[in-house]
């Protein structure tokens, strides 16, 4: 029995395969692959599929499962913490591009619905894309990456408000005003509906099926509760993305979230891949080319016109300069949720074909060319920036109370902190532990105001510029300690600081080993890598489990410390430390047991007449009965059912006498 759409699968798969491959060789996205895999098997390429109505069928499931896990992974516990930046920073992008991207559109003669609709498509930018090349970064943590993740937030949140409008302003309902009402109802209704079904159903069924053990039972429940609200917002006039965002928003609320995505994700990556296939079958690649010039005029009109928008949102939560810039650089593109959105369009003729077109030719141009900004895009901000500033890099640093006015000019033989994170508040309640002066550079404004208003000696400023080291009095001062989360940005900083002060000793704190040869070059004096400190503080917490004496542990992790630090600045080996380690780990095991027995010869009895030491060759050292704790143990000491017994033994006899106490 032949399967009609078996072939187009297997084709397509084996395609992307080859594609993403050479793709991955050239450090290009996944996501371009899986574009040029359709427009290379689709109609306008060598027209491989014969049914791209079945692959556009797949597409669909991608595209709920898509949105299942976005939901899923939305917790409006976390969301809340960063509520300003999606909120305000969220906003002012999305709704600065849609009425910029409008007005433009409005001069080319289109008409009101399609122009502002085009201006939804434009400010959608990449998640998968922009967050994937900021983790390799390792600058997801750093200021700009968390005002990224804050607008991308944002934008994935308000793709579910923009399907909703579509129909609305295609102009298919007479009366505009009832059918805001009834679309009011009926968004009552879903967030009612995810509300109870995310307190009060949900959790107790997933519960139930948990019990069970079973994970196939678990996996099934899932998809039903997926399809199941997606069904139901469909059939309420609703999109099938809503309704799995929503799906997956009930589930996010429950303990068995993080079980569910997993479960999920690996379909998810499959149905999704077809999506982006699917998309790029429908690129006219000979009307790319034969509009070519206008194309590139529109990527290029996009990137200014999106990057600026983005830059001037991040300037209003009040980030310096070069922060924005790089938030302008970062998401300038247009993303993947605007290829859902576009269907959407089309379905309601917002997109004539030759707009849908210029849509997904500067869609996947701009997705392209993204990588390549990214790579350089520190450097390019810096240019603007020092441009912009003629030459002197840097503002004045504002909002300096009074009392940090006056201790900036007292500074001398002080304590330079840069970045207000856990590590400089470390640093700075350690300064002011031991009256030692410093001064603290934040970026965020809000940490600023608010510590300021504590009295902490703060200011607000971007550490990579000499400016705000100078009126700091870096080359007065003692240490300077670096506590940033942007690797790009620590190395800037480093220089920066040494090009004021030779003599001025530099602390900084790196996530990764390999980050720290660069920062001795650039001039540091010490860097303390998470990585290594974390290494140091596992192996320390496993040798005190074997009972490793507590001044040998530290003997050794000052061996490893003194040796590693001096190969990291020496960049060669200055002996092992296994050679010097030297210690017997014992045949012993200290373990904490609960009596479950309901042995007579035990339960009851003291320890001379249970006779545990000679039984199990087991001693007990002390007992917790309730919330007392017994440590005068003796042969008259009872035990009784309930009571925690601490032993030492060898494991053996502990395991032994353990499954005895379970009864």
Known sequence: MEIPLLPDVVIILSMAVAVILLFQRLKLPTILGFLVTGVIAGPYGFSLIKEIHNIEILAEIGVILLLFIIGMEFSLKSLYRIKRTVLLGGA????????????????????????????????????????????????????????????????????????????????????????????????????????????????????????????????????????????????????????????????????????????????????????????????????????????????????????????????????????????????????????????????????????????????????????????????????????LYKGKIAPEPKEISEETAVSLAALDDHIVIIGYGINGRNVAKAARHAQIPYIIIEMNPITVREEAKLGEPIIYGDAVHSMILTHVHVQLARVVVVAISDPE???????????????????????????????????????????????????????????????????????????????????????SVQNRLTFDLPDIEVATLRMHTDDETIIGKSLLEADIRNRFQITIVAIKRNTETILDINARTSLELGDLVYVVGKPGHVMRFSNYMKG
């Open 92 to 387: 002012t992008q999305v709704f600065g591009t849609i009425l910029l991207v409008g007005l433009l559109m409005l001069l080319l003669r289109f008409s009101v619905s399609d122009a502002f609709f085009m201006g939804f498509l434009i400010a959608l930018s990449s998640t998968a894309i922009v967050l994937k090349i900021m983790q390799d970064k390792g600058e997801i943590n750093s200021p700009q990456g968390k005002i990224v993740l804050g607008i991308l937030i944002f934008q994935d949140i308000i793709v579910v408000p923009m399907m909703l409008l579509a129909p609305l302003m295609a102009g298919g309902e007479q009366n505009v005003g009832s059918a805001l009402l009834i679309m009011g109802l009926k968004g009552i209704f879903i967030i009612v509906f995810v509300l109870v079904s995310a307190r009060y159903v949900v959790p107790k069924l997933l519960y139930l099926v948990a019990k069970t053990k079973s994970k196939e039972l678990f996996i099934l429940s899932v998809v039903v509760i997926c399809f199941a609200v997606a069904w139901l917002t469909s059939s309420m006039g609703l999109s099938l993305a809503l309704g799995a965002f929503m799906a997956g928003l009930i589930i996010s609320e429950s303990e068995y979230s993080h079980q569910a995505t997993s479960n999920i994700l690996p379909f998810r990556e499959i149905f999704t891949s077809f999506f982006f296939v699917s998309i790029g079958m429908l690129l006219d690649f000979e009307f790319m080319l034969q509009h070519l010039p206008a194309i590139l005029g529109f990527t290029v009109a996009v990137f200014f016109l999106k990057g600026a928008v983005a830059t001037l949102a991040a300037k209003v939560l009040r980030y310096p300069l070069r922060v924005s810039l790089l938030v302008g650089l970062a998401i300038f593109q247009v993303g993947e949720f605007a290829f859902i959105l576009s269907k959407t369009g089309i379905q309601h003729q917002l997109l004539s074909q030759e707009a849908y077109q210029y849509f997904l030719s500067v869609s996947i141009l701009t997705m392209a060319v993204t990588p390549f900004i990214l790579g350089p895009y520190h450097k390019i901000a810096e240019a603007i920036t020092f441009r």
């Open 489 to 575: 940005a620590t190395r800037r900083v480093i220089a920066s600081v040494r090009s004021a002060s030779e003599k001025v000793h530099i602390i900084v704190r790196t996530r990764f080993i390999q980050e720290m040869e660069e920062n001795f070059k650039l001039g540091a004096d010490e860097v303390i890598p998470e990585e290594f400190e974390t290494s140091i503080e596992i192996f320390t917490r496993v040798l005190s489990k074997y009972l490793m004496p507590r001044d040998q542990i530290e003997q050794f992790t000052e061996m490893v410390r003194a040796d590693n630090y001096d190969l990291f600045r020496s960049l060669k080996p200055t002996g």
